[in-house]
């Protein structure tokens, strides 16, 4: 069962930088493809960005393309999520999600097999 854990969440003015980190434990992390959704009070669970296990293909969200960057460290069990130019509108709660699937396109909810618990980032206007 892998555990997925969420941090580097907090308040930042629009036009400022944050980088979320999720650590992974209780399976094998370099087998999972790595995804980061966010969900803002209201709307649905958006998709944010996905790594492949090997870190060969990435994939973003339309809103966060050219802003956001998405990372891992296998030998950390880590996946990251670099932003900046955050904008008021990427305030939500963002959360990592783990697949495995063999594809690197994995940009739907359900097809995640693990979710972290969330960590809330506001950016104010």
């Known amino acids: 069962q892998v555990q997925l854990v969420e941090s580097g969440g907090g308040l930042v003015h629009a036009g400022g930088s944050l980088t979320l980190s999720c650590v992974a434990s209780?399976?094998?992390?370099?087998?999972?493809?790595m995804g980061w959704f966010r969900q803002a009070p209201g709307k649905e669970r958006e998709f944010v960005a996905v790594?492949?296990?090997?870190?060969?293909?990435?994939y973003y969200g339309d809103s966060v393309k050219g802003r956001f960057t998405i990372s891992r460290d296998n030998a950390m069990n880590t996946v990251y999520l670099q932003m900046n130019s955050l904008r008021f509108e990427d305030t939500a709660v963002y959360y990592c999600?783990?697949?495995?699937?063999?594809?690197?396109?994995?940009?739907?909810?359900?097809?995640?097999?693990?979710w972290g618990r969330g960590t809330q980032v506001t950016v104010s206007s």
């Open positions: 999600a783990a697949h495995n699937s063999r594809r690197a396109r994995v940009i739907q909810p359900y097809e995640y097999n693990y």
């Open positions: 209780g399976g094998t992390f370099r087998r999972n493809g």
């Open positions: 790594i492949s296990w090997s870190a060969t293909s990435t």
